[in-house]
């Protein structure tokens, strides 16, 4: 799916980077934990998340997300939105829940940029 | 012909809003070197859970990100707390984080297993009320 049809799609509110509507999109990873994005995600995918404080433009560009989805409604501070002016990272808005957006993106073809987490997740010693 | 490269950024302790700054910088001048998307993502990341930790934890730090022919050299050192049990802090899910920290979607005691997951060897030094040192190699 392109952005545009994913806003379409979720009735989500482009809020910045309307120029990159046309880039197509095939994986997402939805967490509201930046640990684990950094960890999981993979190029090109879209981060889908309830935060809207700036940190989540700067590990976006960081894990080259292709672009946010911001759900349950909520519409980021105006630092946010600048900032992913300024580093080129698409951010739209829906009012849907996170498991109705991932639910809906993925009866649509999106998929997880991952399936599952290989192996064991406990204590790692140095 | 070899060639270093060599740039350090310091960090504020309780710097908030600024989280992460420095790391999308690293990120984009490792760019301009030509450093392979992988290994530069590995980079990134791992001096991103770096700064969060600088500025969730110690006063004051410094990132020095060394780039030689073979390596991606990083070593984050702060003036801090110390950490008291390094194994413990290791741990994925322990974590002595405050609420301010959890808001930003950080301090679920991810940081230390993220950094070591991106390295090719890790070490951390720390001594308790002075600070502590992350030694991080990357392969090119």
New interface residues.
């Given amino acids: 799916m392109i952005l545009r049809e994913i806003a379409d799609l979720l009735d989500a509110k482009v809020l910045a980077g309307e120029k990159h509507l046309g880039v197509e999109v095939k994986t997402a990873f939805s967490a509201?934990?930046?640990?684990?994005?950094?960890?999981f995600a993979k190029?090109g995918s879209i981060m889908i998340?309830g935060?809207t404080?700036?940190?989540?433009v700067?590990?976006a560009?960081?894990?080259?997300n292709s672009a946010i989805l911001i759900v349950r409604g909520k519409i980021p501070p105006d630092?946010t939105i600048r900032l992913a002016e300024e580093?080129d990272i698409p951010i739209l808005s829906t009012q849907y829940i996170l498991f109705e957006t991932s639910g809906r993106l993925y009866a649509n073809g999106i998929v997880g940029c991952i399936r599952k987490i290989e192996g064991p997740?406990?204590?790692?010693?140095? | 012909m070899s060639q270093e490269y060599e740039v350090s950024f310091p960090v504020e302790g309780e710097n908030f809003?600024n989280?992460?700054?420095a790391?999308?910088a690293i990120?984009q001048l490792l760019k301009g070197l030509g450093i392979q998307?992988d290994i530069l993502?590995r980079a990134?990341?791992a001096t991103?859970?770096a700064e969060v930790n600088i500025i969730s934890y110690a006063q004051q730090g410094t990132i020095n990100v060394r780039v030689t022919d073979d390596n991606i050299l990083i070593n984050i050192e702060d003036i801090g707390p110390g950490i008291t049990d390094?194994?413990q802090a290791?741990?994925?899910g322990y974590s002595t984080a405050n609420d301010r920290i959890r808001?930003?979607?950080?301090g679920?005691g991810?940081?230390l297993?993220?950094i070591?997951?991106c390295s090719d060897s890790?070490?951390?030094l720390s001594e308790v009320n002075k600070g502590t040192l992350l030694k991080i190699r990357i392969n090119r």
Avoid: C, H, W
């Avoid at chain 1, 560009?61 to 080259?64: E, K, L, W």
């Avoid at chain 2, 808001?103 to 950080?106: A, C, D, L, Q, V």
């Fill in positions: 509201d934990l930046m640990s684990d994005v950094l960890a190029p998340t935060l404080n700036p940190q989540i700067r590990i560009s960081i894990v080259d630092e580093l997740r406990n204590v790692v010693p140095l | 809003v989280a992460g700054k790391s999308v990120k998307d993502r990134a990341i991103y859970e390094i194994e290791m741990e994925q808001e930003m979607g950080f679920a991810m940081g297993f993220n070591k997951n890790f070490e951390i």
